[in-house]
């Protein structure tokens, strides 16, 4: 089981490399490293030289992080296996921003566009509504589970193990023992709904090209990819969790390979649906406001994180890579975040030590 674990967060490591090799495709053409650059200059040997001493430091990064897990497998620190992926995620990031301040200096002002209030478009999430609401059924029926088989799960059961394998947290056979996983996913997944509502109703588009309503629509969709991935996500890692009571030693340590799994198949999804995605033929409804926007390059802090108190709007599409991101200039955004990272703590906060 070890050697599996180290293998998985050695397979991990790989894949978020490749995603960090590709991330800079996945950018408008106008924009290089989340800055505004002049037409043709990725193409040009000094936008390829940047690029190509990004690639670089990903790779030193990605070698050092699979080191890490070699010397933790060799010497029995199994936790560095984990710590692997954070700490290659950490270099990554350093790797962006200096991709990023070395692109600065190419940066062109961007067309001058009012901020606009945040309008009503006509949106539809992929797959439409009914898709957004699959993950509350997956949740369901893992209620339903623990429901018919209540006398199996033993009076007191782990919820939670270190490194070793020994549980270290523990609740009981009751109503918000049992059932805890599954109210939690469903929280979080109806926080991901109510963002997928936000972000196709009532969010302006902040676009790094001003081009035809066309494609801001087609680019809005696009960004919309990741919402119903990570319901689904959350719904089958919270489901899978709830029914770790009815295995036969719920005392054991479960295999990380299920989750890790479920992530790296949720990436590699995410990954070829962005690669092939190119909506054709939107246009907007009679009498859709469609605003185009070129953000000032001041307003995207490191390139990633957006930041403009002038701006109304609290979700935006993102400079790089899909999905949207907050405005952190608006209360309402660290709110957001708030609920998000207290959901994810609940779990721990509340098992039992002993």
């Known amino acids: 089981m070890a050697l599996g674990l180290d293998l998985a967060f050695a397979l991990v490591v790989a894949f978020i490399a490749g995603l960090a090799l590709a991330l800079p495709r996945f950018s408008p053409r106008e924009l290089l490293f989340s800055v505004n650059v002049r037409a043709g200059f990725p193409a040009r040997p000094e936008g390829r030289a940047i690029l190509r001493r990004y690639q ?28 692997a992926p954070i700490l290659q995620l950490g270099g990554n990031f350093w790797a962006y921003l ?58 007191r059961f782990p919820v939670h193990w270190g490194w070793n394998g020994a549980a270290n947290g523990w609740s009981a056979r009751t109503v918000a023992g049992v059932f805890q996983p599954v109210v939690l996913g469903g929280i979080a997944v109806a926080l991901i709904v109510l963002l997928t509502w936000f972000a196709t109703r009532h969010t302006r588009r902040v676009a790094a090209a001003c081009g035809t309503a ?7 969709r696009r960004h919309l990819l990741p919402f119903p991935l990570v319901a689904f996500l959350i719904a089958a ?90 405005n952190f200039a608006r209360r309402t955004s660290w709110l957001i975040l708030l609920v998000i990272l207290l959901i994810a703590a609940t779990p721990v906060l509340f098992a039992r030590p002993h």
């Open 56 to 83: 670089l430091r990903v790779l030193g990064v990605t070698a050092a992080a699979l080191a890490v897990v070699v010397w933790g497998a060799l010497h029995g620190q199994r936790w560095l296996a984990g710590a």
């Open 214 to 220: 066309s494609a801001e629509l087609a680019r809005e």
């Open 237 to 326: 890692e919270f489901s899978w969790a709830a029914v770790l009571p009815l295995r036969a030693h719920p005392e054991d340590a479960p295999s990380m390979l299920v989750p890790l799994g479920l992530m790296a198949a949720f990436l590699l999804l995410l990954f070829l649906l962005f690669a092939v995605h190119r909506p054709q033929g939107l246009a907007p409804e009679a009498g859709a406001e469609v605003i185009c926007d070129r953000a000032a390059d001041r307003y995207w802090k490191a390139g990633m994180f957006y930041v403009n108190p002038n701006d109304p709007a609290i979700l935006v599409p993102k400079r790089v890579g899909m999905g949207f991101t907050f």
């Open 98 to 155: 200096e991709a990023h301040q070395e692109t600065a200096p190419e940066a062109v002002p961007p067309a001058e566009a009012q901020l606009a209030a945040p309008v009503a478009h006509p949106v539809r999430p992929p797959g439409g509504w009914a898709l957004q609401f699959v993950p509350f059924l997956i949740l369901a029926e893992a209620a339903s589970v623990l429901h018919a088989n209540w006398r199996r799960i033993p009076l």
